[in-house]
């Protein structure tokens, strides 16, 4: 869909601005907002482009650089935290070969943190594009990304 | 609103319930530190928590800024509680701050540093992280630096709320939070306009008037506080100097007509005071090149030649320009040494150019030309029809205020305007009128007014005359016909019609997209029509505004730069006004007409001007019809020109003289809605330059006649003597905030709303006025309308604008804005060359494809030498004023391959 087709589908009021960005981040093949989307946008709704970006950039699961089609989101927030969300970090790190908020250079992973996913009950978790993943273990991380990186090779 | 009492440091105080405890401290004289609120501009977010007080009772601290008065409070706005309170507030706010005071350019003027000092705060507690954000260093004028921000948001409330250019925000959150432009790109990329209000509120080093850096700190400057000679709004701002220079432009909040608000040009254009390229010493033409010469060389030869033109061809082969750009007393000085010593009414200025329909309009019908009311009243009116006025880009400041009316007031703005102007974005309805067409669109709208019933019977009963021929000419404008003239549908026409009507004010705001036709008397005397139909006209808040360009256009109007004038609008013709100005100057006066701007030229051209004087005006650009222009200059016998730079038209003259700019002389100037504010010299003249009123007293006194002022102050006391809406002007009362004319005695306050209870001719006069086409149309060899204004970034002609480094890096090159449409079918994409044609001149420029340009339209700024659009414009001439048609004209447009 078209920016303006989103635009039209919700109406240009204001209060639908968050589910506008979402559709258009969602469509995206790169799970982005681009810049030219949003000054159509920004024209379409008749809202500033500072208005628009300072609202969408207050919201982690906005992005404005292009995302791998994989996107990894580990939960930060304290239950998690305490469980070893940052040997999680350290693990995915070192095997994929980026900092959070990068993205592998084949544009598969990309790695974001995020506040709590509502599953602390199987502290720590991440979840990838819709999928959530609780318990996790060094050994479990490696199953998981192996697991997707041979469905990607076969394509 | 009730008075409460109550006890601030020990201090009783009897205040409004609901002040602020920040506000009744100031009243106190106690000052709280602040870092986020701004209370006079009405902000106050309660965010950055530095102006936390004791309240007596209170649990904890409340932050001044937002925290109201009531009975009986008892306040410690200092005491230990407080001060070890802001002391973590400072420390957190300096774990991230670069502690580089030494060479940051807010060192001394800078609030987080004076409150680290006031509380003795070197290091903080929390330990030091770091934040390292790159400097964006890529606006001309403004080094954003946001390293050192403390978000207070101040730069974003101005932007957003008062400049309304929404270039700024707040992004991201947490420890990430930091203030973005647009998308988070680098300034200038963005929407931002660089009006510096951004750096004007910015409490601390995050945001740095770039071209001061490294010029001085605020300690070693001195302050002027001087009247902005770039446009008519008169904003006021203060020049600071530093061993003779003046070193940057900073906000005066003291400024009745902008406060702290300023425009590019004002805040940033003042780079062309020190321009190498100045004119030094006078020049005098030998054998085809200029040569160095003394003043008194220089005098001695204009003296003699005009003396020999005037002995052999009389003093009507003489004439005068007189300049806008020049103070009013240096205006009334020339035009009595034309009057006075050439004995020739052959004095004009380019008003002419711009609003003498105004002038003879307005005249006309209320029986004077200015604005009816004040910039302030803007803001308060209930509609306001804005039309041939872009005003965002000619009046910044005023454009501010009608933002204002529709933003935060509630306003009804309607826009009748060919172009897709910025303010279109604020405007209830925009009606889009085809070039040309103003008169049939007032009519249309008074038909409307007429046969709905919605007139003002009542003050068209009391205050005027001429109604009822007035009305059986305009009932022939049904919007049926007018919508076939104008384009305009006819249901647009009813409600902008509508709402013109039963609002309770509606203020009517025009520039030049009026005045400049062969038809613009005309139009101005509709402007006048619909305001009497409609009862908005001698009231507070509504009226007939025009706005006037140049930033003593008003005033030297008023000083009698004026063929048929003598200062104050009093009439040449007129006997006794003859006699008074004869028995003063001591003189024998003519009471014959002289002739305008475009007559001047045409008999310079002719051979029958063998003379002229032009003061700081640049013709050779201004001017309709450049060629025929250029040619008449070239033609005349003996051509002097005062000027700052070489400008287009002193390259022509036998003689040139070095004047100087606002910041090098004192003086007044008046601006739009007739206030009368000083301009006070702050350097010394560069060079061997004189002011303007030096040069010509000097003249003058060589040729014999005793002029002779120690000060501008006592040319003032002269011009108060004669004219009578000058009579109070006194410079010891303009010290705050000037004076409104009319302004009769030393006693009387100035005015600040015209026509209130009888209009200046009595009563005020309807005038039936008929549809004309515009002289040139266009056709099949021409087929585009070709129409022409100016854009933010430059002033005029360019010759000030075009020598300030930042401004011209901003727009540095003439663009040809042409429709989607029209591109596409003339097979040209943006920025390729085109070729724009009439049938007087073509010029070569690239094209900016864009929606504001109707289809069909042509348009085109006049800034720019080397495409100078006036080489195509019209030189027809309206019957009345003589203002010619600068905004319609045929041409065709190629491109070029
Ligand atoms: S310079 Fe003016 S327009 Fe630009 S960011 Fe600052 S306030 Fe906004
Ligand atoms: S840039 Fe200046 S004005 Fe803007 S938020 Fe930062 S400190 Fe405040
Ligand atoms: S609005 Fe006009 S008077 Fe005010 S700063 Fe800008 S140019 Fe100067
Ligand atoms: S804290 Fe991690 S899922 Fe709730
Ligand atoms: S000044 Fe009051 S909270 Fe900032």
Redesign the interface.
């Known amino acids: 869909m078209t920016v303006k087709e989103i635009v039209k589908r919700y109406g240009n009021k204001r209060e639908n601005l968050l589910q506008i960005l979402h559709d258009l981040q969602n469509q995206s093949p790169q799970k982005y907002l681009n810049?030219k989307d949003?000054?159509i946008l920004s024209e379409e709704m008749?809202i500033?482009?500072?208005?628009?970006?300072?609202t969408a950039?207050?919201y982690s699961m906005f992005s404005?650089t292009p995302r791998g089609k994989y996107l990894i989101r580990i939960c930060e927030s304290p239950p998690c935290h305490l469980l070893g969300a940052p040997a999680i970090f350290k693990v995915i790190e070192s095997k994929l070969g980026i900092k959070e908020g990068e993205t592998t250079p084949d544009g598969l992973f990309t790695l974001e943190g995020t506040s709590c996913l509502g599953i602390c009950g199987v502290a720590p978790a991440m979840m990838i594009n819709e999928e959530a993943y609780g318990n996790l273990t060094e050994e479990k991380i490696s199953q998981i990304l192996d697991q997707i990186r041979e469905k990607e090779s076969k394509r | 609103m009730a008075l409460v009492h109550i006890t601030i440091d020990n201090q009783k105080l009897e205040i409004e319930e609901g002040t602020t405890i920040l506000e009744a401290a100031q009243k106190a004289g106690i000052k709280i530190p602040t870092l986020c609120a701004m209370p006079e501009l009405g902000f106050k977010p309660g965010s950055c928590r530095v102006c936390m007080v004791e309240v007596e009772g209170l649990p904890n601290l409340a932050a001044s800024c937002v925290y109201p008065v009531r009975e009986g409070i008892v306040i410690h706005t200092h005491s230990e509680r407080t001060r070890q309170a802001r002391k973590v507030v400072l420390e957190l706010l300096l774990t991230d701050h670069p502690l580089d005071c030494m060479t940051c350019e807010k060192n001394g003027d800078c609030t987080l540093q004076d409150l680290a000092y006031e509380l003795g705060v070197k290091e903080s507690r929390f330990g030091r992280g770091e934040k390292k954000l790159p400097l964006d260093e890529s606006n001309p004028f403004i080094v954003r630096d946001l390293s050192k921000c403390v978000l207070c948001g101040r730069c974003v409330e101005m932007c957003?709320e008062i400049q309304q250019t929404?270039?700024?925000?707040?992004?991201?959150?947490g420890s990430k939070t930091k203030i973005?432009?647009?998308?988070?790109s680098d300034l200038r990329y963005?929407?931002c306009v660089s009006c510096g209000q951004c750096i004007a509120v910015c409490p601390v080093g995050a945001l740095i008037d770039k071209n001061a850096q490294g010029k001085g700190r605020t300690w070693e400057f001195s302050r002027v506080k001087t009247t902005c000679n770039y446009c008519g709004c008169g904003c006021n701002f203060d020049f600071n100097v530093k061993e003779g220079k003046v070193v940057k432009v900073t906000s005066n909040p003291q400024s009745v007509v902008n406060g702290i608000n300023l425009c590019v040009k004002g805040r940033f254009g003042y780079d062309y005071i020190h321009r190498e390229d100045r004119l030094a010493t006078p020049l005098i033409k030998k054998k085809g090149k200029f040569e160095e010469a003394s003043w008194e060389e220089a005098y001695q030869l204009i003296s003699d030649k005009f003396t020999q033109i005037k002995r052999e061809s009389g003093s009507d082969s003489l004439a005068v320009l007189s300049s806008a750009k020049c103070t009013n007393e240096e205006n009334y000085l020339l035009m009595k040494f034309s009057r006075a010593i050439l004995g020739t009414n052959n004095v004009d200025h380019c008003a002419r150019l711009c609003h003498s329909s105004t002038v003879a309009g307005l005249a006309q019908a209320f029986g004077s030309g200015a604005m009816t009311n004040s910039i302030k009243e803007i803001a308060e009116a209930s509609a306001i029809y804005l039309t041939g006025s872009n005003t965002t880009e000619n009046h910044p400041i005023i454009a501010l205020e009608i933002k204002k009316a529709v933003t935060k007031k509630g306003a009804k703005l309607i826009v009748a305007d060919p172009r897709e102007i910025e303010l279109v974005?604020y405007a209830t309805l925009w009606l889009r009128q085809r070039p040309g067409t103003d008169v049939a669109l007032f009519n249309g709208l008074m038909n409307v007014i007429i046969t709905e019933g919605l007139e003002d019977k009542e003050f068209i009963a009391q205050r005027t005359e001429g109604y009822e021929e007035f009305k059986n000419t305009v009932l022939r404008y049904t919007p049926e016909v007018v919508e076939k003239i104008t384009g305009v549908p006819a249901e647009d026409i009813k409600k902008a019609a509508r709402i013109y009507a039963t609002a309770p004010t509606t203020s009517l705001i025009y520039s030049m997209g009026i005045t400049q036709h062969t038809t613009g008397t005309d139009n101005v005397l509709c402007t006048a029509n619909i305001a009497m139909l409609t009862g908005n006209v001698g009231k507070e808040n509504t009226g007939v505004n025009p706005l006037r360009g140049q930033s003593n256009v008003q005033g030297a109007c008023d000083l009698g730069a004026l063929p048929n004038f003598y200062s104050g609008y009093q009439k040449v013709t007129d006997t006794s006004v003859k006699d008074k100005f004869s028995k003063a100057w001591g003189v024998d006066l003519s009471d014959q007409e002289g002739l305008t701007v475009v007559e001047i030229l045409n008999a310079a051209y002719e051979g029958k001007i063998r003379g002229l004087f032009i003061m700081a005006e640049n013709p050779a650009m201004s001017d309709p019809d450049l060629n025929h222009a250029r040619e008449a200059l070239k033609r005349t016998e003996f051509l002097v020109v005062s000027d700052i730079f070489m400008s287009e038209t002193a390259e022509l003259a036998d003689v040139v003289l070095p004047g100087v700019t606002v910041a090098e002389k004192d003086g007044t100037i008046t601006n739009t809605e007739r206030r009368v504010q000083r301009v006070r010299k702050t350097i010394e003249p560069l060079a061997d330059s004189k002011p303007e009123w030096q040069i010509i007293c000097e003249l003058a006194q060589k040729m014999g006649y005793k002029m002779n002022y120690n000060h501008p102050g006592e040319i003032m006391e002269e011009i108060a003597q004669l004219t009578p809406i000058y009579g109070g002007i006194h410079y010891n009362r303009l010290d705050d905030g000037g004076l409104q004319w009319p302004c009769p005695d030393a006693h009387h306050p100035g005015t600040k709303y015209l026509h209130k209870d009888k209009f200046s001719r009595g009563k005020g006069k309807f005038f039936a006025v008929e549809y004309k086409e515009a002289a040139e149309l266009p056709d099949e060899e021409y087929p585009f309308i070709f129409t022409t204004g100016r854009v933010l970034y430059h002033f005029h002609t360019g010759t000030i604008t075009r020598r300030s480094k930042g401004l011209n890096e901003i727009y540095p090159e003439p663009l040809v804005e042409i429709n989607p449409q029209d591109a596409e079918e003339l097979k040209v994409k943006e920025g390729e060359l085109v070729e724009v044609a009439s049938r007087r001149g073509k010029i070569r420029a690239k094209v900016q494809v864009t929606e504001k340009s109707g289809k069909g339209v042509v348009f085109m700024s006049f800034h720019f030498r080397e495409a100078a659009a006036n080489l195509l414009t019209n030189a027809a001439l309206d019957p009345v004023s003589k203002i010619p048609e600068y905004k319609v004209c045929a041409v065709k447009v190629q491109k070029i391959a």
């Open positions: 810049k949003l000054e008749k500033p482009l500072s208005d628009i970006v300072g950039s207050f404005f | 957003n929404y270039a700024l925000n707040v992004g991201y959150r973005i432009a647009d998308g988070d963005s929407e974005k």
